[in-house]
C-alpha cells in the first residue's frame, strides 16, 4: 500500500530561518513520482515541484531546496531564508505508476513564518 | 491565460438539498479531479475521470456524483445522501493520470445551514 506520512502537523519559525519540512513515503512501486504542493491562506494548491524515482539528485530553485534520498524513503523540503509570505500549508504527494491510481497527498505541514 | 475556474466561491446548502459545483479548465487537460479537504486533514478524492464520458469513483464516493460530458468541465453534485457534506472542495486537472503535476482550483467552501 501507498503512503506518505507528513510527521510535522505545525512548524513556527522567525523570518530569515532556515526551515525543513520532512516527507516520508512508502511504496511497492520501483517506479514512482514525488511532488510538494503550497497551499496558502487563498486555499488554492500550486505545485512546486515533481521528481521521479531514478532522479535522486537535490533540486534548489531559489530559496527552495528539495532533498531526495531513496535510502531512507525521503523527500525533504527546505526553505531558506524564509519569509512571511512562505507561510503556508505544504503537501507532500506521491504517485505510483501501477494499478489504475495511485496518487495520495499527506495531511500537510502548516508553516508559521512570524515577522 | 490558463487555468481551473471553480464556482461559486462559498455555498451554503440546506438539509436535504443537493447542490451542484462547478468546475471548469481551459488547459486542455485530459484528467480532471474532485478533493475534499476537512480542517487539519489533507486531501480525500472523491471522484476523478480521466477522459470525456468516463469517471471513476475515489477514496470517499459515497453521497457525490459527477459527470464529465465536456473535456473542459466536471460538475460535482453533493447529494442529500451526503452525511456530513461541511468542507472545502477542490477540483484539479492533469496533462494524465499519476506521474503529473496538478493544476488546482481556488475552491469550493461548502457549508450545511
Known amino acids: 500500500a501507498q503512503k506518505v506520512t507528513q510527521a510535522q502537523t505545525e512548524i513556527s519559525v522567525v523570518e530569515k530561518e532556515d526551515v525543513t519540512l520532512d516527507c516520508v513515503y512508502e511504496?511497492?512501486?520501483?517506479?514512482?513520482?514525488l511532488f510538494w504542493y503550497k497551499q496558502p491562506p487563498s486555499g488554492e494548491l500550486v505545485f512546486l515541484i515533481r521528481?521521479?524515482?531514478?532522479?535522486?539528485q537535490n533540486e534548489i530553485s531559489g530559496r527552495y531546496s528539495w532533498n531526495f534520498q531513496k535510502s531512507t524513503s525521503s523527500f525533504n523540503f527546505t526553505i531558506t531564508a524564509s519569509q512571511v509570505v512562505d507561510s503556508a500549508v505544504y503537501f507532500c504527494?506521491?504517485?505510483?505508476?501501477?494499478?489504475?491510481?495511485?496518487?495520495?497527498f499527506g495531511t500537510g505541514t502548516r508553516l508559521k513564518v512570524l515577522a | 491565460d490558463g487555468g481551473i475556474t471553480q464556482s461559486p466561491k462559498y455555498l451554503f446548502r440546506k438539509e436535504g438539498q443537493n447542490v451542484t459545483l462547478s468546475c471548469e479548465q481551459n488547459?486542455?487537460?485530459?484528467?480532471m479531479y474532485w478533493y475534499r479537504q476537512d480542517p487539519g486533514q489533507g486531501l480525500r478524492l472523491i471522484y476523478y475521470?480521466?477522459?470525456?464520458?468516463?469517471?471513476q469513483k475515489g477514496d470517499i464516493a459515497e453521497g457525490y456524483s459527477v459527470s464529465r460530458e465536456k473535456k473542459e468541465s466536471f460538475p460535482l453534485t453533493v447529494t442529500s445522501a451526503q452525511k456530513n457534506p461541511t468542507a472545502f472542495y477542490l477540483c484539479?486537472?492533469?496533462?494524465?493520470?499519476?506521474?503529473?503535476?496538478?493544476?488546482f482550483g481556488s475552491g469550493t467552501r461548502l457549508t450545511v445551514v
Open positions: 504527494a506521491l504517485s505510483g505508476t501501477s494499478g489504475t491510481y495511485k496518487y495520495i
Open positions: 521528481r521521479n524515482s531514478f532522479d535522486e
Open positions: 511504496t511497492r512501486d520501483t517506479t514512482y513520482y
Open positions: 475521470s480521466q477522459i470525456v464520458n468516463d469517471f
Open positions: 488547459l486542455n487537460h485530459d484528467a
Open positions: 484539479a486537472s492533469s496533462m494524465g493520470i499519476s506521474n503529473y503535476g496538478y493544476t
